[in-house]
């Protein structure tokens, strides 16, 4: 188990992980974006395709070790991670320029509190899983000052939570700052990789340019998946060519190339975009939209039953095909976070997945009120 979770840690430091969750935002009704109600469907629909390249991610790992190889989720993986990581943290800027001039404690609690609440509750249920194969003797002292470390130093999953934290303190203290500056800097940190031995600041420079493209360039990725529903054919074609070639450039080992990733993730990125906006029309494929309205709760809830299915696989299920446990592993986890925000949702513990009253820094009726005008 430690090492695999050294090599996700690793994987998911490399690109590969990633996921958007925050709250609903009031947006403006545009039928050629596939919307119902007062969200755009799409960006529900790339949400609901990134955790599923999460969790299926997270899925690979336990499969290479104990078969050698992932089977199909090899393929898989490889071929989403020019696009994974670098979408969601761009879907989590796209909103950004609603809120960014309001009050600083309004800002903070929404975009900076709100992640950190997560933070702290699912360390508590995450970090002990690494206990097992500590090399120190666990004590309630100690256990605490681990706790607290990985705080600091998020594990498994917990470090993305982090990161959308300080990125939306960042982009709100150099908003002023010209796109023509800040852009080429954070390219600068993605393509020369840099270390301070600070882990957030180390992160930092990973997928920034992403988050600030999300933010400044919003528009443009909205008139794509207009774009997208208006021209279906040209649409269709555009996202099989990429798929060819992005295949190829992954199978080359290209995706790997620090100049050539930020290339391949804003492309990947409008491709994503490009077929949420297409799906967004169908209603079978409604699952998929749920799934991303409700990212944090397969963010936050998959990992614990992941865990328990690789325990049970490796005890019982050895003799099952790779491939088969590629489906059936990441399908589990994603509906036990379900049920279990379905369970808790009207309960006491709803908690899990929706910050009480006293977590937050500005009342929530006063915050509604605010909004609503």
Not at 17 to 22: M, T
Request: aromatic residues 20%; hydrophobic residues 55%; proline residues 6%.
């Amino acid at each position: 188990m430690a090492r695999l979770r050294a090599a996700l840690r690793a994987e998911c430091r490399g690109g590969t992980l990633c996921f958007v969750f925050s709250s609903n935002p009031v947006v403006t009704m545009s039928q050629s974006s596939g919307t119902s109600g007062n969200r755009y469907a799409w960006v529900d629909f790339a949400k609901g395709i990134c955790i599923v390249a999460v969790v299926t991610l997270y899925a690979q790992g336990p499969l290479q070790e104990l078969y050698g190889h992932a089977g199909w989720l090899d393929h898989w993986t490889a071929f989403a991670r020019p696009f994974r990581m670098p979408d969601f943290f761009l879907i989590s800027g796209l909103f950004l320029p609603r809120v960014i001039d309001r009050p600083w404690r309004s800002y903070l609690d929404t975009k900076v509190a709100h992640y950190l609440y997560f933070l702290a509750l699912w360390s508590l249920f995450v970090v002990p899983t690494t206990w097992a194969s500590v090399p120190w003797e666990v004590t309630p002292w100690r256990a605490f000052k681990n706790y607290i470390y990985h705080l600091y130093r998020p594990e498994a999953m917990l470090w993305f939570i982090l990161m959308l934290a300080v990125y939306f303190v960042v982009t709100r203290l150099i908003r002023r700052v010209p796109w023509w500056i800040v852009l080429p800097v954070g390219a600068a940190l993605k393509v020369f990789p840099y270390h301070t031995g600070i882990y957030p600041v180390d992160w930092f420079g990973e997928y920034f340019v992403f988050f600030y493209c999300g933010y400044f360039f919003a528009r443009y990725f909205f008139a794509l998946a207009d774009w997208a529903q208006g021209h279906r054919p040209h649409a269709l074609a555009a996202v099989a060519a990429w798929a060819v070639v992005n295949a190829y450039l992954v199978a080359q080992g290209w995706s790997t190339n620090q100049f050539l990733f930020p290339v391949l993730g804003m492309v990947g990125i409008c491709a994503v975009v490009i077929v949420s906006s297409l799906l967004s029309r169908y209603e079978f494929m409604s699952w998929l939209r749920y799934l991303g309205q409700n990212s944090i709760v397969v963010y936050l809830g998959f990992f614990l039953p992941l865990i328990g299915m690789f325990y049970l696989v490796r005890r019982f299920g050895s003799g099952l095909s790779v491939n088969l446990l590629g489906v059936i592993v990441p399908a589990i986890s994603i509906l036990c976070a379900m049920c279990l925000f379905w369970a808790t949702r009207n309960t006491w513990a709803r908690f899990l997945f929706k910050r009480p009253a006293w977590a937050h820094l500005v009342p929530p009726a006063r915050k509604a009120v605010a909004t609503a005008h």
